[in-house]
């Protein structure tokens, strides 16, 4: 049986093959890579960034950049943007739903050129994903900003620092402030920023390049504009949705993984959420390792950082289908971000969905009917199934259900995960898990 089918591109069979074993090494962080090259638009000559991963949203921003006339070269897992050749301010339509990258523009290309286009933003289906926080702020530095059929316009001359204060600390939007901020005239203050390790990537990126920057401890950046910045040279951290994805892969199917190349202080609520249900960690210069048989359930609400990370619970959902008893999942960043659970209950999961905060204290969508809970009675065995990708955590944790299901699956709509995850059918491989692609992306 299969769900409903999407424009699906890459399709694999999976081959479950007993407990996962092995090491994966991470790629540099997805979630910063697209962000520092955006901000190298800000600087008078080539940045570096190293440790790139090699991913479809890479490859996407770099298409975009040169769509603008930047030159990008790509090589190896070294991404270097060369800003001075730019000479047109819009991004093509042809980019309109790609990923959430082009709003992240609109404050570098106005400080360059005066004005800016970005299509329409994209990114995974999760829940509404307005930009009305980007957009608020650009405005508070003089911006003057148009959202038409086709995306946003913007433009602007005399780009002033601003006090900012984001009604919720989206990634996003202290992206957009922090790129617009560095070359704006006088100080901005940013008030309940998001915190997250990506974030603070994109901020010591900018730093490097000659912003004035600071991160107070109340969630608060404080951005001393300048009026020119150079090059920077950065090599990414490593990417902590990764990570946890494969150290969880291990543990569904009763295995052991060690992942490099992903420091401990990026994992710690993952690491101790996953001790408190009884795994056991092997933490050393080598990497991060876990085990463990016989978990026991957990009562876990998504928070951003350093909360646990909402990209984390898909993952640790399909674990939760495979622990004796009743656990609960609460998703407090994005309204309507389980919508996966269907597929593992597809795949014989006993879960249900609440439209209540349950597991921890009530959250911003507690009076609307997004079904943001999951509790799941653990200890079901899955079985194998056809199902569609509907985005990259999503995607990632089909994968895993697969591998711990009886019988074979067919996924669908690979192109999501391979939009996140770098060389995913490799590493999958490498622990043992049997996968056939059936249509290559
Ligand atoms: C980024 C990450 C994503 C991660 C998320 C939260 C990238 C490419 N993606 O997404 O993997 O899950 O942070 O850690 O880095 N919001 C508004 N208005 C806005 C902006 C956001 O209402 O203008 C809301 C969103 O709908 C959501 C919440 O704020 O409910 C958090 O979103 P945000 O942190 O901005 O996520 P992204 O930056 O899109």
Known sequence: MCNARTMSEGIW?????????????VGGSKNAVTKLMVAA??????????????????????????????????????VVVDPSPID?????????????????????????????????????RIGTRPVDYHLEALRAFGIEVTETVDGIEAKGTNIRGARIRLPFPSVGATETVLLTAALAEGRTVLENAAVEPEVVELALFLQRMGAGIELQPDRRFVI?????????????????????????????????????GCSQDRLVTAISTLRRMGATFDINEEGIAVEGRGLRTAAVHTDPHPGFMTDWQAPLAVLFTQVQGMSILHETVFEDRLGYVAAL???GAEAE???????????RFHESSWRHSVVVRGGTPLHGTELDMPD????????????AAEGGSV????????????SVLEKFRSLGLGITVIEST
């Open 88 to 124: 047109t301010a819009r991004v093509p339509l042809r980019y309109s739903g790609a990923n959430r990258i082009p709003i992240l523009m609109l404050g570098p290309l106005v400080h360059r050129l005066g004005e800016a286009f970005v299509p329409l933003a994209g990114g995974d």
């Open 13 to 25: 069979g999976i081959q479950p093959a007993g407990p996962l074993r092995g090491e994966v090494e």
């Open 353 to 363: 969905l609440f439209d209540q905060c349950l597991g921890g204290s009530a959250c």
């Open 411 to 422: 996924l669908h709509g690979v192109e999501q995960l391979e939009r996140g995850y770098d």
């Open 224 to 260: 001393e504009g300048t009026s020119h910045l150079g090059p920077a040279r950065q090599r990414l951290g490593g990417d902590r949705i990764e990570a946890f994805s494969y150290l969880v892969a291990g543990l569904v199917t009763g295995g052991r993984v060690l992942v490099r």
């Open 41 to 78: 638009l800000l600087g008078d000559r080539p940045s570096t960034i190293l440790n790139s991963p090699s991913n479809g949203d890479v490859a996407l921003t770099a298409g975009m950049l040169r769509s603008l006339g930047a030159g990008v070269a790509l090589e190896g897992r070294s």
């Open 345 to 347: 209950q597809q795949m």
């Open 392 to 403: 990259i955590r999503a995607g990632f944790a089909y994968v895993i259900a697969a591998a």
